[in-house]
């Protein structure tokens, strides 16, 4: 089983649209959660940290549930915009104790007109 | 505000030859570095990563190695390039671990031919 794994889509939908994305990470001892964006050959940029809580930024929400280990993000109301890569990432500790970044390979969104 | 910057942006190089990619931070001290590479299609994979100057730990086997000569200074190199070696490679720093997550540079494009 992969460390963190994402349906990779593509994810066709029309502008104004609600769409959710989910990720699922196999490793209960993660403790930080992030939602990245990647449009096309550009580098990865941060669009949110998942809190346990749950968090929302505009049309941009953001859920962990760590019983079933999966993170989801929801985007409302989408743009022609939002269309890009949506990259999972999970921040865990390794053997010796080190914390790394686990990156999902991605989720493709395309928002049509 | 903290920057990063990546060096060149493009880079078409035969096989054989050497590679030297920079990166540099700015507004920050004593920052994490690492360099990802992301081949076409594909996630990104961790190749190196930095805690400090001098120290540098390798992920995978390759033709590749880093070096950091300076707090923020981060360096790529090869003494040969491979096809193989073709891909978007990536700088990217953090606040220790990367519990606010990573932040990366504009990156590389480099096509080995």
Known sequence: ?113 | SQTIHQWPATLVQPVGSPLSLECTVEGTSNPNLYWYRQAAGRGLQLLFYSVGIGQISSEVPQNLSASRPQDRQFILSSKKLLLSDSGFYLCAWSIGAGVYGYTFGSGTRLTVV
């Open chain 1, 1 to 113: 089983r992969k460390e963190v794994e994402q349906d990779p889509g593509p994810f066709n939908v029309p502008e104004g649209a609600t769409v959710a994305f989910n990720c699922t990470y196999s490793n209960s001892a993660s403790q930080s959660f992030f939602w990245y964006r990647q449009d096309c050959r550009k580098e990865p940029k941060l669009l949110m940290s998942v809190y346990s809580s749950g968090n929302e930024d505009g049309r941009f929400t953001a859920q962990l549930n760590r019983a079933s280990q999966y993170i989801s993000l929801l985007i409302r109301d989408s743009k022609l915009s939002d269309s890009a890569t949506y990259l999972c990432v999970v921040n865990k500790a390794n053997a010796g104790n080190n914390r790394k970044l686990i990156w999902g390979l991605g989720t493709s969104l395309a928002v049509n007109p």
